[in-house]
């Protein structure tokens, strides 16, 4: 079992200021939407509260462990929040392929803390098993939309998924 500072201690921190950062980045999608595209933003507002839970849950592990949020929290949230912003500007496709590139990204690193923790630290690993299906379906119902928008797909996922990449390397490393 590893200890509250070891490597699950660590991913869960990491998780939790990710989900952070999705939950605002559906927010500021969402505050676009009801002006770009109005007919997502029931299904926006049902993602963000999965990503509430899910960030809830990393909290709740977090606190029993005694470990503090990690110290990319604030930045996942300002940096989730510009990017929500940004994408609704661009309408329902953007939107569509920020969250196909986002979820690519978190489900690859999801599968590999699974790989990681199992056998290691059981709680850490249900933690990380309690949110994939939820973030498959993100997946999954947004690359329905997309579709729709090539474009999105082409241009704004590989920039979405190098900085999402790029934000759990340094959140792993603050």
Sequence with gaps: MLTADGLGGRILKVNHAGENGAVNIYSGQILMARLRAPSIVSELQEFRGHEERHR????TELKQRGVRRCRSYVLCGVGGYVLGLFTGLFGRGAIAATTVAVERVVLSHLRKQLEVLEGRDAL??????A???EEQEH???SKTHAIASPFWLTVLAPVVSVATEAVIWAGMRL
């Design 124 to 129: 850490a690993s249900a933690a990380v098993r």
């Design 139 to 141: 997946h999954d119902r």
């Design 56 to 59: 809830e849950i990393f909290a």
């Design 131 to 133: 949110i994939v299906s």
